[in-house]
């Protein structure tokens, strides 16, 4: 069987979302956009409501636009769905944020194609008639409500939401020297996104309206999460349409912050995930090369991948940029207030308890006798149960299990 791999080349696509975030009629660089057709196959412009279709339609042209689309020169993708967030004040104040898709049922495609038709040639019924003639070539590309669920996993990633947040002030407000005291923490609560900042908006609004009118728009908590939740749009378009991407300026440089946190991301995840086997398993062999070289089964992998939820769950409460050695070195020898206590005396109030617990319900006697039997229950048993679970657990009875017997003699 022959598969045909689909690679993008050099030059071959780009998409381009609006440029001209302020404006309402040229939100497209008609500049970048005839350059980009001189050098791409194929440019993709990407209207969100009327527009952008306006701009085309009246910069090149209707007969222009549908010319350059039947030779595959430009690609024109509307989408009645838009994109924000949302946000409420609770009776107690306490503001919560949401991001959404939504639609106008007045504004639908077909609606807003024929307004623009007839009022760029000036009579209903042609208008309505070029309308219908170019309606098919136009793509119409609603946005999906997966897109939510990516955007508030974004908003939420800390360490990115902190940096992004960073760089859009130096953008917006270049004047603050030290955009890096700015708090802005996001936490998931019961009805959306919570915000905790300690950001003067009247300070910092001064500084931005001097160049942006207010009519335009103001910075608060919920325009930096539409900021932010932009740059997920705009990924979500090069993705969906495999291409480069050209969007506004501001977006364009969290584009770039982005695309580095997540390859950082990746790099550091590998890279902790290499260390820590060394550390388990000293000079041997990883799982991966272990089972490449055919000296582990799939069940045995699966039965620790099975058993491994507890490990995972503490993996994931940690920050990408952490040491996971130090933090697995830190969890295992913490002390707890077991610890703290003497032997003898842990065991009897442990087990005695669990017979008076018995007594509580039933109250014979009988329970308190079989607490004080529970001795015979294994030491090792009974100091996990009291202190806990904690990760070296499944590092001693899974992953160590693993190496060893795909080893044979456990060297």
């Known amino acids: 069987m022959?598969?045909?791999?689909?690679?993008l080349n050099v030059f071959e696509k780009i998409t381009i979302r609006p440029q001209n975030t302020t404006s309402v009629e040229s939100p497209i660089d008609i500049?970048?956009?005839l350059e980009a057709m001189l050098f791409y196959k194929k440019v993709v412009v990407?209207?969100?409501g009327p527009s952008v279709l306006k701009q085309l339609f009246t910069v090149f042209g209707i007969d222009n636009i549908t010319k350059l689309i039947d030779r595959g020169n430009l690609e024109v993708s509307y989408s009645e769905t838009m994109y924000g967030i949302f946000s409420k004040t609770s009776d107690k104040g306490q503001q919560f944020h949401k991001p959404v898709t939504f639609t106008s049922p007045q504004h639908t495609f077909g609606n807003e194609l024929d307004e623009i038709c007839q009022k760029i040639v000036g009579k209903t019924g042609k208008g309505r008639r070029i309308a219908s003639r170019i309606r098919g070539k136009i793509r119409l590309d609603n946005l999906e409500d997966s897109l939510s669920s990516s955007v508030k996993d974004a908003l939420l990633d800390q360490p990115y939401i902190r940096s992004a947040v960073h760089r859009l002030m130096s953008i917006w407000a270049p004047e603050i020297d030290t955009p890096?005291?700015?708090?802005?923490e996001t936490e998931m609560g019961q009805d959306g996104i919570i915000v905790k900042s300690n950001m003067d908006y009247g300070v910092?609004?001064?500084l931005y309206n001097s160049r942006i009118p207010a009519s335009h728009s103001s910075i608060s908590d919920a325009y930096i999460l539409s900021s932010v939740s932009n740059i997920e749009t705009d990924l979500y378009y090069a993705a969906r349409n495999i291409s480069e991407i050209a969007s506004e300026s501001t977006s364009s440089k969290l584009i770039d912050l982005r695309m580095v946190y997540l390859a950082n991301r990746c790099r550091k995840s590998q890279e902790s995930i290499n260390s820590f086997q060394d550390l388990v398993y000293s000079k041997r062999k990883r799982i991966r090369e272990h089972y490449n070289a055919g000296m582990l089964k799939i069940d045995e992998i699966l039965?620790?991948?099975y058993a491994a939820d507890k490990f995972k769950d503490w993996l994931s409460g940690k920050p990408f940029d952490a040491d996971l050695i130090q933090a697995y070195h830190n969890e295992v020898t913490k002390e707890t207030i077991i610890d703290k206590l003497p032997s003898k005396a842990v065991r009897w109030s442990a087990f005695t308890g669990?017979?008076?617990a018995v007594d509580a319900v039933i109250?014979?006697?009988i329970g308190t006798a079989t607490g004080l039997g529970l001795s015979i229950f294994d030491s090792f048993i009974l100091d996990k149960w009291i202190q806990g679970w904690r990760p070296n657990q499944f590092i001693n009875d899974h992953m160590e299990k693993l190496i060893d017997d795909g080893d044979g003699d456990g060297n």
């Open 2 to 7: 022959i598969f045909n791999v689909r690679r």
């Open 31 to 33: 500049g970048f956009l």
């Open 46 to 48: 990407i209207s969100i």
């Open 180 to 184: 890096e005291r700015i708090i802005f």
């Open 204 to 206: 910092i609004n001064k």
């Open 303 to 305: 039965s620790a991948i």
């Open 354 to 356: 669990a017979g008076m």
């Open 363 to 365: 109250p014979t006697g």
